[in-house]
């Protein structure tokens, strides 16, 4: 279970208040680390995304993670989540549309999701309701097993 996760972005207060918004969450301070927020969903399983100026790192120090800045370039980063959310597609277009963000539905096989680019630069997958019903029946380990072994035959075919 993924209670929460933390990235780094160019407007933190900002892209901290339009997923408040999306996920239907709130937004507060995070103090631990100044200029940073965390969005709280209030759901059952204490779901949260904590937003942090994009040249945070975090690195181990001496008793536990500890927050560092530098002169750090953020572009694109691998780090991605899937999150269900409890608006329609149509609301989630019109506020990427409002903050000049992209946003596409996309099939990825047995599922689709909404590919949301927060600043253009950080994917994160929206399911709607309807989405993520049939993302939950498919993500099962022996669903996932079957579908990556018929993708490895189909490379090996080609």
């Not at 301070?29 to 759901?43: A, C, K, T």
């Not at 942090?52 to 690195?59: I, N, R, S, V």
């Not at 079957?146 to 490895?152: D, E, G, L, T, Y």
């Amino acid at each position: 279970m993924l209670h929460h996760i933390s990235v780094a972005v160019n407007h933190p207060l900002q892209v901290a208040n339009v997923l408040a918004e999306v996920l239907q969450g709130r937004c507060f301070p995070f103090p631990p680390h100044p200029g940073s927020y965390m969005v709280i969903v209030g759901d059952d399983h204490g779901t949260g995304i904590e937003l942090y100026p994009a040249d945070t790192q975090l690195t181990p120090g001496l008793e536990e993670a500890a927050f560092s800045s530098g002169n750090i370039a953020q572009t694109f980063t691998a780090i991605h989540a899937a999150i269900s959310v409890p608006i329609s597609l149509e609301q989630i277009e019109q506020i990427a549309d409002r903050e000049g963000w992209l946003v596409r539905v996309c099939d990825r096989g047995p599922f689709k999701v909404i590919e949301f680019w927060v600043e253009n630069k950080l994917l994160l997958e929206f399911l709607t309701p309807e989405f993520a019903k049939t993302y939950i029946q498919f993500a099962q380990p022996a669903n996932f097993e079957a579908f990556f072994n018929q993708a490895a035959a189909q490379l090996v075919e080609a």
